[in-house]
């Protein structure tokens, strides 16, 4: 059982709209999710989307970073694909604990930022890194 939950958008919020609403899958066989969002999430060559799954009475658990990225601990079987405005999670093969709800959710840029200047920090020379850090900035209205 796959449920989805609509937060309201402020006017030039990007609007993300997940699909189906609800979805039956056998145990065994691949579910997929759709995640459409009104505007670009690619932010310098990052897409900047995330997945969480929640289950009743917890915090949303993040599965997938970077719309393709596993988080550690999280089973193989799911994925994320996807660009630009349209992204997939997959879970396959389905288990019976993976009832819960599931969410989109673009990466707030200045969580990123701070991920970027933490893992590539030690790398002052790399141009290409000290430019996507500005700009990065720039983007959120703050500059270092």
């Not at 999710?33 to 997945?51: H, R, T």
Request: overall charge negative.
């Amino acid at each position: 059982m796959i449920c989805v939950f609509v937060i309201p958008s402020s006017p030039g919020d990007i609007v993300l709209t997940q699909s189906p609403g609800f979805l039956t899958v056998s145990l065994g066989q691949k579910a997929t999710i759709s995640c459409k969002s009104s505007d670009s999430v690619d932010f310098f060559g990052i897409n900047a989307m995330q997945w969480y799954q929640q289950k009743p009475g917890h915090p949303p658990k993040l599965l997938i970073y970077e719309a393709s990225n596993l988080e550690s601990g999280v089973p193989a079987r799911f994925s994320g694909s996807g660009s630009e405005t349209d992204f997939t999670l997959s879970i396959n093969p389905v288990e019976a604990d993976d009832t819960a709800t599931y969410y989109c959710q673009q990466m707030q840029v200045l969580w990123r930022r701070e991920m970027l200047v933490t893992k590539e920090a030690h790398d002052p020379t790399n141009l290409e890194f000290v430019l996507r850090i500005v700009a990065l900035y720039e983007l959120d209205g703050e500059y270092p």
